[in-house]
């Protein structure tokens, strides 16, 4: 048991350590200010190849060609969101890890919440129909007179085997 929880404890510990990023040095930017936030910029943006990493996770080169472009639109002196606002405008909405929420992604938005209450009444549904079937089982457990009087003989007739 305790070999489990060390290997568990060795598990959450090594999923807390920081993320190898795929930047190569020759992509950092001279000025941290300005590398500070094409990274920032790089953990938003999906790479097309790998479609659940961020660019600045991911080691394909469409995604290193990505973070270069992000850094030449940074150098250029485009803002966060104009660089954003390109890079959709080039590639679509799909090259943003976290969609944007406007009326073709409500369901997209919305669905997760909506299940989650969805379980919780359904739930909630279930233990309120059980408890009551469970009352409604327990009259039919019940002993009538003469079935007791019957078992209080048969007890008292008897006598105790040890166990």
């Known amino acids: 048991m305790r070999l489990i929880g060390f290997i568990l404890l060795a598990f959450i510990w090594l999923a ?3 993320s190898a990023h795929a930047v190569q040095p020759d992509e950092i930017m001279s000025d941290p200010a300005k590398e500070s936030r094409a990274r920032d910029l790089s953990r938003e943006l999906r790479c097309m190849v790998c479609q659940n990493q961020s660019i600045d996770d991911s080691e394909a080169p469409l995604a290193r060609d990505l973070r270069l472009l992000v850094r030449e639109r940074i150098a250029a002196g485009d803002s966060d969101a104009q660089v954003i606002v390109f890079l959709v405008a080039r590639y679509g ?19 997760p919440p909506l299940a989650l209450v969805g379980g919780g009444l359904a739930l909630w549904t279930h233990t309120r129909r059980r408890s009551k079937a469970a009352v409604a089982d327990e ?9 007791e009087a019957r078992l209080e003989r048969l007890t008292a007739a008897e006598p105790e085997k040890p166990v």
Do not use: G, I, M
């Open 16 to 18: 807390s350590l920081p």
């Open 93 to 111: 909405e799909f090259v943003l890890l976290k969609p944007l929420l406007k009326s073709h992604t409500l369901l997209l938005w919305l669905l």
């Open 139 to 147: 009259s039919l457990f019940k002993l009538s007179a003469d079935e």
